[in-house]
């Protein structure tokens, strides 16, 4: 399978990204380790007009303690998340999300930024990032603006990222101490979760993200609340599906995707007491 | 586009379309047939190859992502005067194939593997592997031949 037709350019820096984007609007897309995108274009799901390269931006690649949270550069690979030495103590949840997402040859191409812009409601890192509200850094024509996780995914493969702008950080909270859990249910390895769940507790703060419970990853803010206000994990499970809208695939009906989520949200609860 | 890559050691100069997949380039360019295509949809690893040293599926590669990049394909792996790489020799002695098909993919992935850890646990080699599907079902000889590698590289 060969994608269609497309334009190409290099980008060597985010301003020039940006100012690509701004002359190609609409009909570009950004490339980052291409790992959701070439696959839609060679399925000839995405036609883009145009790609514009970011793999050569070397310096949005980067994990960094900014003090009241840890900063990752938008084309920071899966790999480096996973085996980040600094996210093992500060956001153990994340490095080790980062590790269930495809397989190792996929982790070595495939970055953050691009799984976050992407908006794949089955992907793994999205889920991450709406339990622990990660602030992601967007920059456009007019400079950057932050948009909190919560309020990123807005329908199937849609965010609130306008056409002419790129996500350039991602900053997590620093979880230092907490505990945490990543349920992920599928048949085989590699394969996208079924349902999927990130849950994380920390100084009395708790977040829950569902993976594939919806057309958008799916912020548990009922099961979330009441696992902050010491309800147990069983109590706090039977909300889990309060804000999901659960779809029908070939892997699961309605009613075995709501119940896999109830017992995934118990499941971690349970392991991050 | 123009693009410059190493191929196992040797220097190649292309002008490629920028939609030619690196598979593609490797195998139509620069005549190197042992990577395999298989899922076509960076599913079952047979296209693995290495990239600036790491294991990478080259079905989901551009060729114009890889410009200035060091590639490595099962070619590359013996020595000039023919004497296998350990990896292969494993796969020999542990007959870690069946039909053949996803061998080149595997041996890379397996390689790759061992780069990043050498000594892993049995645990770990069947997670390093999960990128690559064997048809034939030969999970088991495969583990084994990148163990017995393993085993080899710390005597």
Redo the contacts between chains.
């Keep these: 399978?060969?994608?269609?037709?497309?334009?190409?350019a290099?980008a060597g820096s985010t301003e020039e990204a940006v100012s690509l984007i701004a002359q190609h609007g609409d009909e570009a897309k950004f490339?980052a380790g291409?790992?959701s995108l070439?696959?839609l274009m060679?399925?000839r799901l995405a036609a883009p007009a145009m790609?514009i390269?970011l793999?050569r931006i070397k310096d949005l690649s980067y994990i960094r303690d900014a003090g009241d949270h840890i900063a990752v550069g938008a084309l920071t690979r899966h790999?480096d998340v996973q085996h980040s030495t600094l996210l093992a103590t500060t956001n153990p949840l994340l490095a080790h999300a980062a590790g269930h997402v495809?397989?190792?040859?996929?982790r070595?191409?495939g970055t953050i930024g691009g799984s976050l812009a992407h908006a794949d409601a089955a992907s793994d890192l999205p889920a991450v990032a709406v339990a622990m509200n990660a602030q992601l850094i967007v920059q456009g024509p007019n400079g950057k603006r932050t948009i909190a996780a919560r309020d990123f995914y807005r329908g199937f493969l849609e965010s609130a990222l306008a056409a002419d702008e790129m996500l350039v950080e991602i900053q997590f909270p620093n979880l230092t101490g907490g505990t945490w859990s990543f349920q992920k249910f599928n048949r085989r390895?590699?394969d996208w979760a079924i349902v999927g769940v990130a849950a994380y507790k920390h100084n009395g703060a708790a977040g829950v993200g569902l993976v594939n419970m919806g057309s958008t990853p799916i912020y548990a803010a009922a099961s979330s609340a009441a696992a902050a206000g010491g309800a147990s994990p069983a109590d706090a499970a039977d909300l889990a599906v309060q804000e999901a809208e659960p779809q029908v695939d070939l892997n699961a009906s309605v009613a075995y995707r709501t119940h896999l989520a109830k017992v995934l949200v118990r499941r971690a609860l349970e392991e991050a007491s | 586009?123009q693009i410059n890559v190493t191929v196992n050691g040797t220097a190649h100069s292309a002008d490629v379309?920028?939609?030619?997949?690196l598979v593609?380039y490797i195998r139509e360019q620069c005549g190197l047939t042992g990577t395999n295509i298989g899922c076509?949809?960076?599913?079952c690893?047979a296209c693995?190859i290495h990239?600036d040293g790491?294991?990478?599926?080259s079905c989901?590669?551009?060729a114009?992502?890889a410009d200035g990049s060091d590639i490595k394909t099962i070619e590359g792996m013996a020595a000039a005067d023919g004497t296998l790489h350990p990896m292969q020799e494993s796969f020999r002695q542990c007959h870690g194939l069946q039909c053949g098909y996803c061998t080149p993919g595997m041996v890379m992935?397996a390689v790759?593997?061992l780069n990043e850890n050498p000594h892993p646990t049995e645990t770990e080699v069947r997670?390093?592997l999960?990128?690559?599907l064997c048809r034939c079902t030969g999970y088991h000889n495969i583990v084994k031949a990148v163990l017995h590698c393993a085993e080899g590289a710390s005597k």
């Design positions: 399978m060969i994608p269609a037709l497309f334009d190409y290099r490339l291409g790992h070439l696959p060679k399925l790609l390269d793999g790999h495809g397989d190792p040859q996929v070595h191409r390895a590699q | 586009m379309e920028p939609r030619t997949l593609h076509d949809t960076s599913s690893g693995t990239m790491e294991s990478v599926k989901t590669v551009l114009v992502q992935a790759g593997i997670q390093g999960e990128g690559n």
